[in-house]
């Protein structure tokens, strides 16, 4: 069982399927001899060579187009995007291409792929390296989208990604990349997409994040636990499907509930999340349903005062924990 | 030759009757090839069915009947039943798809196929397998951006790909101009590969251009962007066309169909009563394909959250 960080964890799925499995190929900007902007990738082009391991022309939408055109002649392409800033060109052929593929030939094709971007802010990469994207893809029938927390969660996560027919939008938050480390099960490792995790159980208020705001959460869960008031924290993994199921359970349990994330609160994944609530848990509620987030602004500027203004953290968390707790 | 000439009869005959199929409301659907018949068979002609890549753009019908689409699948499209091909329905009739003829279909027909085109060469060369991929669009999508990524990856990397580019001067809404360079092909010298003009109605001249891409393709000498001259002869068709008025009696000039007759006879390939009875028989094929699509089963409501993902294992 060894300890890994996200990166590595990430690496390794990749290595390990592609060992499996002769049709696994990467493609992406720099993923080849550079082994990527963050690594992801090191090792593997003198491991399976340039042909599985593509550095791409700097052409986002490409590297999705080649992808789902690799994905119906028989390969199964995990696409780097090296920032989901970058992403954007790409909408098209994510939305309108990979996702409908299957839908739009009623079954006679798919394109088995995964997308995978480092996502999200709090390491001054400013405007253009910061994004959080997860609400754009969230949405689109047809792509699931997955946010591991954990070293263990992205390994087995991105393995079963990387086996799932459909494509799969996978974010990686940049600032776990080296964060955490954790123990990652050896051999056949799978994480099924769906399910959500209960990473901290409690009874007065419930807790939902992805990402990097897991932690966040977790850390604001551990300053009330020592006030007692216990808050139970759900990391959901996959936002698309979401598992409505484990949020539901946990909101009739404690009867309160926040949504914490870093992309912008208009039209983010928490109005989702709530509105499920809302909608199948309001006679269960005992006060409204809170969302942090980041503020309705670019996300998110460079300079640190305004980038930390912008950033949810765990103080900001716990108030609003607090003041919820005692509504 | 003749069965092609047939394929290309076929295909005016289907296109003829959905069209008068829409003038009197009993379909939404509209087809618009006519004119552009020649360069597709002879690109069908050439490449081997089940075996080579199409992905083709909103004008192919003459193609995809040639690499196997039979002509009662395009009435199942354009009347939206569940027996369709392409979609079961879903996508209203313009491109179409089928995995067993290796059609890829397409969403708008406006460029973005052509990356996908791209990454299918590319797992054919990296998987070494003999197969050449031809992605078809007409002028106005050689505008967009795909375009551009798609050409440039696929010179990168040498890829088996036949880019045909269909003139289509009245295409409906877009400029008649989409570059400020006075001929397409010049494009091909910037991306490194080879690239020729052919006159798309001269179903010769257009397999003698294809017959060297292909072969090219084959070889590994990369990608050929092939530009071909066709008039629109839909534009015939349709009330409120683009096409001046003045300009459409000149068109029938260039029509393929008259100009592959007219050698075939040259050759005695075909007599007066043969090109009769194909023309008879493919309006009658036409006609018999509108009433098996007719009667066939529409999709059910709630088959519609079908196919939205696939079962595990799948991959």
């Given at each position: 069982?060894?300890?890994?960080?996200?990166?590595?964890?990430?690496?390794?799925?990749?290595?390990?399927?592609?060992?499996?499995?002769?049709?696994?190929?990467?493609?992406?900007?720099?993923?080849?001899?550079?082994?990527?902007?963050?690594?992801?990738?090191?090792?593997?082009?003198?491991?399976?060579?340039?042909?599985?391991?593509?550095?791409?022309?700097?052409?986002?939408?490409?590297?999705?187009?080649?992808?789902?055109?690799?994905?119906?002649?028989?390969?199964?392409?995990?696409?780097?995007?090296?920032?989901?800033?970058?992403?954007?060109?790409?909408?098209?052929?994510?939305?309108?291409?990979?996702?409908?593929?299957?839908?739009?030939?009623?079954?006679?094709?798919?394109?088995?792929?995964?997308?995978?971007?480092?996502?999200?802010?709090?390491?001054?990469?400013?405007?253009?390296?910061?994004?959080?994207?997860?609400?754009?893809?969230?949405?689109?029938?047809?792509?699931?989208v997955v946010v591991p927390s954990l070293?263990?969660d992205a390994?087995g996560l991105?393995?079963?990604?990387?086996?799932?027919?459909?494509?799969?939008?996978?974010?990686?938050?940049?600032?776990?990349?080296?964060?955490?480390?954790?123990?990652?099960?050896?051999?056949?490792?799978?994480v099924p997409i769906g399910p959500a995790a209960?990473r901290?159980?409690?009874?007065?208020?419930?807790?939902f994040a992805w990402g990097?705001?897991t932690?966040?959460?977790?850390?604001?869960?551990?300053?009330?636990?020592?006030?007692?008031?216990?808050?139970?924290?759900v990391d959901l993994r996959t936002l698309?499907?979401l598992d409505?199921?484990t949020?539901?359970?946990?909101?009739?349990?404690?009867?309160?509930?926040?949504?914490?994330?870093?992309?912008?609160?208009?039209?983010?994944?928490?109005?989702?999340?709530?509105?499920?609530?809302?909608?199948?848990?309001?006679?269960?509620?005992?006060?409204?349903?809170?969302?942090?987030?980041?503020?309705?602004?670019?996300?998110?500027?460079?300079?640190?005062?305004?980038?930390?203004?912008?950033?949810?953290?765990?103080?900001?968390?716990?108030?609003?924990?607090?003041?919820?707790?005692?509504? | 030759?003749?069965?092609?000439?047939?394929?290309?009869?076929?295909?005016?005959?289907?296109?003829?009757?959905?069209?008068?199929?829409?003038?009197?409301?009993?379909?939404?659907?509209?087809?618009?090839?006519?004119?552009?018949?020649?360069?597709?068979?002879?690109?069908?002609?050439?490449?081997?069915?089940?075996?080579?890549?199409?992905?083709?753009?909103?004008?192919?019908?003459?193609?995809?009947?040639?690499?196997?689409?039979?002509?009662?699948?395009?009435?199942?499209?354009?009347?939206?039943?569940?027996?369709?091909?392409?979609?079961?329905?879903?996508?209203?009739?313009?491109?179409?798809?089928?995995?067993?003829?290796?059609?890829?279909?397409?969403?708008?027909?406006?460029?973005?196929?052509?990356?996908?085109?791209?990454?299918?060469?590319?797992?054919?060369?990296?998987?070494?397998?003999?197969?050449?991929?031809?992605?078809?669009?007409?002028?106005?999508?050689?505008?967009?951006?795909?375009?551009?990524?798609?050409?440039?990856?696929?010179?990168?990397?040498?890829?088996?790909?036949?880019?045909?580019?269909?003139?289509?001067?009245?295409?409906?809404?877009?400029?008649?101009?989409?570059?400020?360079?006075?001929?397409?092909?010049?494009?091909?010298?910037?991306?490194?590969?080879?690239?020729?003009?052919?006159?798309?109605?001269?179903?010769?001249?257009?397999?003698?251009?294809?017959?060297?891409?292909?072969?090219?393709?084959?070889?590994?000498?990369?990608?050929?962007?092939?530009?071909?001259?066709?008039?629109?002869?839909?534009?015939?068709?349709?009330?409120?066309?683009?096409?001046?008025?003045?300009?459409?009696?000149?068109?029938?000039?260039?029509?393929?169909?008259?100009?592959?007759?007219?050698?075939?006879?040259?050759?005695?390939?075909?007599?007066?009563?043969?090109?009769?009875?194909?023309?008879?028989?493919?309006?009658?094929?036409?006609?018999?394909?509108?009433?098996?699509?007719?009667?066939?089963?529409?999709?059910?409501?709630?088959?519609?959250?079908?196919?939205?993902?696939?079962?595990?294992?799948?991959?």
């Amino acid at each position: 069982m060894p300890e890994m960080r996200m990166i590595e964890a990430v690496r390794a799925a990749m290595a390990e399927e592609m060992e499996r499995d002769s049709r696994v190929l990467v493609l992406g900007e720099d993923v080849g001899p550079k082994g990527g902007v963050f690594g992801a990738t090191d090792g593997l082009y003198a491991r399976f060579g340039e042909a599985r391991v593509l550095d791409t022309p700097l052409a986002e939408s490409a590297i999705i187009g080649v992808a789902i055109g690799a994905a119906l002649n028989g390969l199964i392409p995990i696409a780097e995007i090296q920032f989901a800033d970058f992403i954007h060109p790409a909408f098209d052929q994510i939305v309108s291409e990979a996702a409908r593929t299957r839908y739009r030939s009623n079954g006679d094709w798919s394109v088995p792929m995964v997308i995978r971007a480092p996502f999200g802010g709090g390491v001054h990469g400013g405007l253009y390296h910061s994004q959080s994207i997860e609400a754009f893809y969230a949405h689109v029938p047809g792509l699931k989208v997955v946010v591991p927390s954990l070293p263990s969660d992205a390994h087995g996560l991105l393995k079963s990604a990387i086996r799932d027919p459909d494509p799969v939008l996978f974010l990686e938050h940049k600032k776990i990349y080296r964060m955490v480390t954790e123990e990652v099960p050896a051999g056949e490792h799978l994480v099924p997409i769906g399910p959500a995790a209960v990473r901290r159980p409690g009874t007065r208020l419930s807790c939902f994040a992805w990402g990097l705001m897991t932690h966040y959460c977790l850390e604001a869960a551990g300053q009330l636990g020592a006030e007692g008031i216990a808050v139970e924290v759900v990391d959901l993994r996959t936002l698309a499907p979401l598992d409505r199921d484990t949020v539901l359970d946990s909101v009739r349990r404690t009867g309160k509930a926040m949504v914490v994330h870093e992309d912008n609160l208009t039209g983010g994944f928490g109005a989702e999340v709530s509105a499920i609530i809302s909608e199948h848990a309001f006679d269960d509620l005992d006060g409204p349903v809170v969302r942090v987030a980041g503020p309705d602004i670019p996300a998110m500027p460079f300079n640190s005062p305004q980038e930390d203004f912008f950033m949810p953290n765990p103080q900001k968390i716990a108030d609003a924990m607090r003041k919820l707790a005692a509504y | 030759m003749l069965a092609l000439y047939h394929t290309m009869v076929m295909a005016r005959a289907l296109e003829r009757r959905v069209w008068w199929l829409n003038r009197t409301r009993q379909s939404e659907a509209t087809l618009r090839g006519a004119g552009s018949e020649a360069v597709q068979v002879a690109a069908a002609a050439i490449l081997r069915p089940g075996t080579d890549w199409v992905v083709p753009g909103h004008r192919d019908l003459a193609l995809c009947l040639a690499m196997g689409l039979s002509p009662l699948d395009v009435m199942l499209a354009v009347f939206g039943r569940s027996g369709d091909p392409t979609s079961g329905g879903r996508l209203a009739p313009a491109g179409f798809s089928s995995r067993r003829a290796r059609i890829v279909g397409t969403s708008t027909g406006s460029g973005a196929h052509v990356v996908h085109a791209a990454g299918i060469a590319y797992a054919s060369k990296v998987q070494g397998l003999d197969e050449v991929t031809l992605v078809s669009v007409g002028r106005p999508a050689t505008s967009a951006g795909d375009w551009h990524e798609g050409l440039n990856f696929a010179a990168v990397h040498r890829l088996p790909l036949i880019c045909l580019v269909v003139n289509d001067a009245a295409y409906g809404g877009a400029p008649l101009e989409q570059s400020g360079a006075d001929l397409l092909v010049r494009s091909a010298y910037g991306y490194g590969v080879a690239g020729e003009i052919v006159d798309g109605a001269d179903f010769n001249d257009a397999f003698k251009a294809l017959t060297g891409a292909v072969t090219r393709a084959r070889s590994g000498g990369g990608p050929t962007l092939l530009h071909a001259r066709v008039s629109d002869l839909s534009a015939i068709n349709p009330p409120g066309s683009r096409t001046p008025r003045e300009q459409l009696g000149a068109l029938g000039d260039n029509d393929p169909i008259a100009l592959m007759r007219r050698d075939l006879q040259s050759l005695l390939l075909l007599d007066e009563i043969t090109d009769d009875r194909i023309q008879r028989d493919c309006a009658s094929v036409a006609e018999a394909a509108v009433g098996q699509a007719r009667s066939s089963a529409s999709p059910k409501p709630a088959a519609a959250l079908d196919n939205v993902f696939g079962e595990l294992g799948d991959a």
